[in-house]
């Protein structure tokens, strides 16, 4: 009866570290699932950040381009308003070019 105890003793111990291992190796693999996924993770991260900077790349080129497409709009705008005179010189030029034709039509009224 003891060797019988013994046996079943060692049988329980023996099941027991067998339970003990699998245990560890269900936690050992589900971590490597865990870790797998952590990587898969980075790596879909790391594509993401490489889109980004791709897509932040190509903006921040469109804005310059559109910034000195608007700088060269503002350099035609005050060339073109510096040819243009203004309404009050265009009066004035107005009055002096109607005071001229009076005076022509005065000489012109002496002359007969």
């Known amino acids: 009866m003891m060797a019988t105890k013994m046996a079943d003793n060692s049988r329980n111990f023996d099941v027991e570290k067998l339970v003990s291992y699998g245990d560890d190796l269900v936690q050992l693999l589900e971590n490597e ?5 952590l990587k898969h993770c980075v790596d879909q991260l790391d ?6 900077c791709s897509d932040h790349a ?3 080129s469109s804005l310059e381009g559109y ?4 700088d060269m709009c503002k350099q035609k ?3 073109i ?3 243009i005179a203004s309404d009050a010189e265009i009066h004035l030029l107005q ?7 009076q005076r022509e ?8």
């Open 105 to 112: 039509t005065l000489l012109q009224e002496d002359l007969r």
């Open 67 to 70: 910034k000195k497409k608007i």
């Open 47 to 52: 594509r993401f950040r490489s889109r980004i």
């Open 33 to 37: 699932k865990e870790i797998n996924y």
């Open 95 to 101: 009055k002096e070019l109607d005071d001229e034709i």
């Open 58 to 60: 190509g903006v921040q």
């Open 77 to 79: 705008t005050e060339a």
């Open 81 to 83: 308003k510096a040819e």
